[in-house]
């Protein structure tokens, strides 16, 4: 059809009548995809999208909505690269032998990117090991390079990490269906168990266990994994595990898949109150330090609060109860750190902040006897050791009043870490004298039959992803409204307004006075090689800072 003036016809134009207002103000196209538009994702801004109520289901979409994997042109460049050359990119952590690339997905390779791109990081800053996980992330990688259900319980838990940063369904999606295929292979796995694929064994028992969500889940797995280390014990020396092995080992007699209900007397209760107490009151005397700190004071906020509506609830009768109501604990300790960790340069603030949480844990351990030292105290304990040193190396050179303001705020996280190590080193020695460890009637055998009935019956896979599990802490402290939450554990959204202008470098300082910024000296341990500008790093890590899920 000919055009005005008989010239060639118009071609047709469809109008985003839908696009966010930030591709509105910018005069350009939004492709409308939700929770956040692609325009949004590679500029680092909050998309309105995400405010809107039915975010999460736009209208009659014509075709399936992709996974939210955060591709910059950077990441996809670097993907492109390696799957030509078949190069790894980041040599730094030393995975041998490396798993054959090339074969996989360009979509599981981005997955295996972003994970260890956040290793990477954390390596090159020497913080992995003020993590519960990036520390381990290279071992898991090697092992991945001969059993694949152990790779697909790393992609599965990337995209566990990818779906709290984007809140993405399909991503949320993409996690479950590795995670399936992972539960399926460590089925096989156990049932053909040997001291050659016991590493890879105990590797996707903690990868899965790690992303579960429900008790009856979560204790199959931790069984398993003590079921594995006690069948491990003539080669222990030899496994990649060996250092975890001895420090995580669960105690000979514990039995977490107890059903039964523990009552709390009300001697126990008030003890317990009194622990929560003096989390409450430690995390008060921190909050004014955190006057320049805008996003460590919210997630202290958000602290404070969860243990406010522990205080205000009932004592948990089961393990399950006790598996709920430290689940959103749980869930902050394996995401919180690397965010704050990726976030700043050299901030001794986001040491003493990341000290709280995992002081937090290891604190509640007695309120949560069935579950509470797997869960949560055990792998906390050793970041926070690592934080204390590192704090305790910075007060050595320098006292004036910033390093008392440090010594003053770190006293509760050190109390609680020699505390929970008493307890430890007491219950270990109870144990050992009580009578020689014996094996288990919790054998392989019966793992790998709970694990299939995991699989027939419960249809576990749908609740690996710790990303989209609503928050099982939902009783409300007597007097408090309950206000607008967020689906994602009531993890507080904000935007990224002010804090490119803050100073990244100034530790704690008198609540009182603007003290000066302060350098860290170069060659403290804790001084980061990151550039100071938030969004996107050299390695293509997405810092998930913008965003609260």
Not at 8 to 26: A, D, M, N, V, W
Not at 255 to 276: D, Q
Not at 419 to 428: F, K, L, M, P, T
Not at 460 to 487: H, N
Request: with cysteine.
């Amino acid at each position: 059809m000919a055009g005005p003036g008989g010239g060639p016809s118009r071609r047709s134009h469809t109008k985003s009548r839908k696009g966010c207002k930030t591709c509105k103000k910018r005069h350009i196209r939004c492709d409308e995809t939700f929770p956040q538009c692609r325009n949004c994702t590679k500029h680092q801004v909050r998309c309105d999208y995400m405010d809107s109520p039915t975010a999460m289901m736009p209208e009659s979409p014509k075709s399936p909505q992709q996974p939210n994997l955060l591709w910059t042109p950077e990441i996809d460049a670097t993907i492109s690269l390696w799957q030509q050359t078949g190069e790894f990119p980041f040599p730094e952590l030393r995975v041998y032998p490396q798993p054959q690339w090339r074969a996989l997905a360009k979509t599981d390779l981005r997955l295996i990117h972003h994970i260890s791109s956040i290793s990477n990081e954390m390596f090159r800053n020497r913080t992995s090991k003020l993590t519960i996980w990036t520390d381990m992330m290279p071992k898991f990688l090697s092992i991945a390079a001969t059993y694949p259900f152990v790779m697909h319980s790393i992609l599965a838990f990337s995209a566990s990490h990818l779906a709290w940063i984007s809140q993405s369904s399909e991503t949320r999606n993409l996690a479950f269906q590795h995670a399936g295929v992972a539960l399926k292979g460590l089925h096989e796995g156990i049932a053909h168990f040997t001291k050659s694929n016991s590493d890879a064994v105990l590797a996707s028992s903690l990868l899965l266990a790690w992303q579960a969500t429900d008790w009856r889940g979560w204790a199959s797995l931790i069984t398993g994994t003590k079921t594995v280390i006690q069948a491990m014990q003539s080669w222990r020396h030899e496994s990649m595990f060996a250092d975890y092995i001895a420090e995580h080992s669960p105690m000979p007699n514990k039995n977490f898949m107890n059903p039964i209900s523990s009552p709390t007397s009300h001697e126990a209760r008030r003890e317990h109150l009194n622990v929560l107490t003096d989390i409450h009151g430690s995390l008060q005397r921190l909050q004014p330090y955190l006057s320049r700190h805008d996003q460590e004071s919210k997630w202290v906020d958000q602290l404070r609060g969860y243990v406010e509506r522990l205080r205000a609830s009932s004592p948990p009768q089961t393990a399950e109860e006790q598996f709920s109501q430290l689940y959103a604990l749980r869930k902050w300790l394996f995401w919180v750190p690397i965010s704050l960790l990726a976030a700043k340069r050299g901030d001794v603030t986001v040491l003493v902040v990341l000290a709280h949480f995992y002081a937090t844990a290891v604190a509640l351990e007695p309120m949560y006897p069935d579950v509470g030292s797997v869960f949560c105290a055990q792998l906390s304990l050793q970041p926070l050791d690592e934080i204390i040193q590192i704090v305790q190396g910075y007060q050595d050179q320098r006292y004036d009043q910033r390093t008392q303001a440090i010594s003053y705020l770190i006293q509760f996280p050190s109390d609680m870490a020699r505390s929970y190590q008493s307890r430890r080193d007491w219950a270990r020695q109870q144990a050992g004298e009580a009578s020689p460890v014996q094996q288990s009637p919790y054998g392989l055998e019966t793992l790998n039959l709970d694990i299939g009935n995991q699989l027939a019956q419960y249809s576990y896979p749908p609740s690996l992803s710790p990303a989209f599990a609503p928050s099982p802490l939902t009783f409300i402290p007597p007097g408090m409204t309950s206000g607008q939450t967020s689906p994602y554990l009531e993890v507080p959204r904000t935007t990224v307004d002010g804090y490119v202008g803050s100073s990244y470098a100034s530790p704690l300082g008198s609540p009182a006075a603007v003290l000066p910024p302060y350098s860290v000296p170069e060659e403290h341990v804790f001084n980061f090689g990151m550039p100071p500008a938030m969004g996107y790093h050299p390695s293509g890590f997405v810092a998930a800072t913008p965003i609260w899920t």
